[in-house]
């Protein structure tokens, strides 16, 4: 496979994926063609990559930076703007789970910490839906303090040193 192809492809794939993870389409693929870049690569440019408008890309452009991977860069002399992608798969899973936790879990969790504390339920129907979702909550809050736990060791240098001393 030529190198434009398998480039290519990975963009398409990556953006297929996208759409499975909670963001769009274009956001992933601006996100694979910077990933897999070995330099920073210019707004103009990513439009003509992957054939979108501007506005198409500056909103995805903003979005990723706005998730934290993804980094406006800088180059002495020149008027355009530059970006590039976190590199170190480690970090950027850490702030993809930091991110979805704050836009999907912890919103879920609100709603159904509210919706299983009923007053009194009465009914079998009712006292049903409040252990269902009272057990969905313990569940769900039992998870994402288990995606805490693990962003909180990447961020944790004394913990890291100690995972590899133990290797």
């Known amino acids: 496979m030529e190198f434009k192809e398998a480039k290519n492809k990975f963009i398409q ?3 297929a994926l996208g759409s499975q993870w909670g963001i ?3 956001m992933a693929q601006i996100h694979a ?7 920073a690569v210019s707004m103009e440019d990513i439009m003509e990559e992957l054939q979108i408008s501007r506005g198409n890309a500056s909103m995805n452009i903003r979005a990723l930076m706005d998730w934290g ?3 406006k860069e800088f ?12 590199k170190d798969l ?3 899973a850490v702030k993809i789970s930091r991110e979805r936790s704050k ?14 504390s009923l007053q009194q339920p009465q009914t079998e129907e009712e006292k049903h839906f409040v252990d269902q979702t009272s057990k969905l909550y313990d569940f769900v809050l039992k998870a994402d303090n288990v995606l805490d736990k693990i962003t909180e060791y990447k961020d944790n240098w004394l913990a890291q040193l100690f995972v590899k001393f133990m290797k």
Do not use: C, H, Q
């Open 13 to 15: 794939t990556w953006g």
């Open 24 to 26: 769009n389409k274009t």
């Open 33 to 39: 063609l910077l990933m897999v870049s070995n330099e």
């Open 69 to 71: 991977i993804v980094y």
């Open 75 to 86: 180059k002495a002399g020149e008027r355009r703007e530059y970006f590039t992608a976190e």
């Open 90 to 92: 480690d970090e950027l």
């Open 103 to 116: 836009r999907e879990i912890k919103p879920a969790l609100k709603v159904l910490k509210e919706v299983s």
